[in-house]
């Protein structure tokens, strides 16, 4: 499509915009009927670990959503010579879980609590047991029992909880809204009635009754929507939220608000059964749509849906490129002190490409990028740790592979239950996010970890914001009765270019030459955290 085809659909608003709200990363997406990006904006922005809890400013959102959509606006002028104001539909995506709750009058009770918080042990481990179903510490209802008993005062004013997306939402259009992907990390979805788990509801008020709370759980959730549905209208309100200049115009439909899960699945063409994919950010994880149930409850899987409801196994690692990003933040100062002005771009593509030079084990390097506590290896903490030895050959090859090792080195665990215990069959296993905009590199190690075929397809570095367009697309352009994995297939991927990367045998046994030295060194990992509480203690830096 021309520039002047493409400036007519801007002028007619036959597009869609999704914005995301990463772990690092705040982006927009506009987008055409033909699912192609037309501009995009970002915004960086990092988590904090305040009062013991990992949290973002809310305040920086907003500002974060305003900053990347005027860099997607200015995109549009320039490119089209249009001003921006009419879109056809919108959707927004955020990491999943998590707890944000509200007062009667909108107010934030506490900061917001991320998915990343490793606090709700007592609490997922109690729910666990009373619905015989893994409640995973991530999700906003171990939060919210957790906060029950700390006794934390703030309980009792709860009028909603929602996650972030949930919560994006509830500004741009005034609707307790979320989408079904979302809502299965925030509670339990009943497959048959795509809504919250009625008997495990009834065992929530059983279990917390006699507490003198005034409201009801059901109460204070988010309405639960499938992909395809109308969510809510822009309001005046949201739309200056997005732009502030008041040229965006109001009344536009919203789809259901989404989790990175759901998004990632979308972007990736993997809401089948038997189809998976691999969604790679300062967390990994790996999603399967399940043909029936698992056989046990699996402490390293949880139990998510599908955009429409299906049931997902999900294994996910709380930690995978915080500390390579922060590796090469290093190189990037190295540059700037021998007086040169670095491509971040050309940075990532140079050193990752050095992978493929290394030693298939790493030469016996070892990384672990504990940024936090790691549920699969049962780490409640963590502490990022670089470990060599004497005897290993230390070279800059060898050491950005094992970065990718080890980023991928807890999911591996993981998996090895769903493929071995549960003998879940996988057709297909797309992986999208920033890692993999490095021709091979990312592809083949992850290939090579999971030792199954990986394809990536040409918009994997786009991620959860297209994702989240094209649900925003899907719901004012389906047919009647189209389902969402129809839509996928005949309209969106039928042309997409792809490419998959089969293991290679000498990465697959070089990977896991690296997994014993993994396991084995994870007493140094739990030593190395050990130093840092006992210094907390004394009052030190750690």
Not at 48 to 57: A, F, H, K, V
Not at 362 to 390: C, D, M, W
């Amino acid at each position: 499509m021309g520039n002047s085809s493409k400036k007519e659909t801007i002028e007619r608003g036959d597009t869609s915009l999704g914005i995301e709200l990463g772990s690092t990363r705040i982006k927009a997406v506009l987008i055409d009927r033909h699912y192609e990006v037309i501009a995009s904006g970002t915004y960086e922005w990092e988590n904090q670990l305040i009062g013991g809890y990992w949290t973002y400013d809310l305040k920086e959102m907003l500002q974060g959503v305003q900053a990347a959509y005027e860099q997607l606006k200015l995109e549009v002028q320039e490119r089209y010579s249009v001003t921006l104001q009419k879109i056809g539909s919108i959707g927004c995506s955020a990491m999943m879980q998590g707890y944000i709750v509200l007062d009667q009058y909108g107010e934030l009770l506490v900061p917001f609590r991320t998915w990343r918080n490793a606090t709700t042990s007592a609490a997922a481990a109690e729910l666990s047991g009373t619905f015989q179903f893994k409640i995973p510490e991530r999700w906003s209802i171990a939060h919210l029992y957790q906060a029950i008993l700390n006794g934390e005062e703030h309980v009792a004013r709860i009028d909603y909880l929602t996650t972030l997306s949930g919560y994006v939402h509830l500004l741009l259009t005034g609707r307790r809204a979320i989408g079904i992907g979302d809502a299965s990390g925030m509670f339990p979805i009943d497959e048959v009635t795509k809504q919250y788990n009625e008997e495990m509801v009834k065992q929530f008020t059983t279990l917390t009754a006699g507490r003198g709370y005034p409201w009801k759980l059901q109460d204070i959730l988010p309405t639960v929507y499938t992909a395809g549905k109308h969510a809510g209208n822009l309001s005046e309100a949201g739309a200056r939220l997005i732009d502030p200049s008041g040229r965006l115009q109001a009344g536009i439909p919203l789809c259901p608000p989404e989790g990175d899960a759901g998004t990632g699945m979308v972007a990736t063409g993997s809401v089948r059964k038997r189809t998976g994919n691999i969604s790679v950010g300062t967390s990994v994880f790996a999603m399967f749509v399940l043909e029936q149930n698992l056989s046990a409850v699996h402490p390293e899987i949880d139990i998510v849906n599908t955009p429409e409801g299906s049931p997902v196994a999900m294994v996910l690692a709380n930690n995978c490129s915080s500390d390579l990003n922060a590796w090469i933040g290093l190189f990037r100062e190295f540059h700037e002190a021998m007086g040169l002005k670095p491509d971040m771009n050309q940075l990532f593509s140079v050193l990752l490409s050095q992978v493929l030079e290394a030693d298939a084990d790493g030469g016996g390097l070892l990384s672990y990028g504990y940024y936090s506590g790691e549920n699969i290896t049962g780490f409640a903490q963590g502490r990022p740790l670089f470990v060599r030895s004497p005897q290993s050959r230390f070279t800059l090859a060898n050491f950005m592979r094992v970065h990718l090792y080890g980023a991928f080195a807890a999911l591996r665990l993981g998996m090895e239950i769903l493929t071995g215990q549960e003998r879940v069959t996988i057709d297909r296993i797309s992986a999208h996010g920033g890692l993999f905009r490095t021709p091979q590199v990312g592809q083949r190690i992850c290939a090579a970890a999971l030792n199954v075929p990986v394809s990536v397809l040409s918009t994997a570095g786009e991620g959860g914001a297209w994702g989240i367009a094209i649900l925003a697309s899907y719901m004012i352009h389906k047919e009647p009765n189209e389902s969402l994995a129809d839509y996928l297939t005949s309209k969106v991927f039928c042309d997409m270019e792809g490419q998959e990367v089969t293991p290679d045998p000498t990465d697959v046994d070089g990977f896991a030459l690296y997994m014993e030295r993994y396991t084995k060194g994870l007493t140094i990992e739990q030593a190395a955290i050990d130093h840092l509480l006992e210094n907390r203690k004394r009052g030190e830096l750690g």
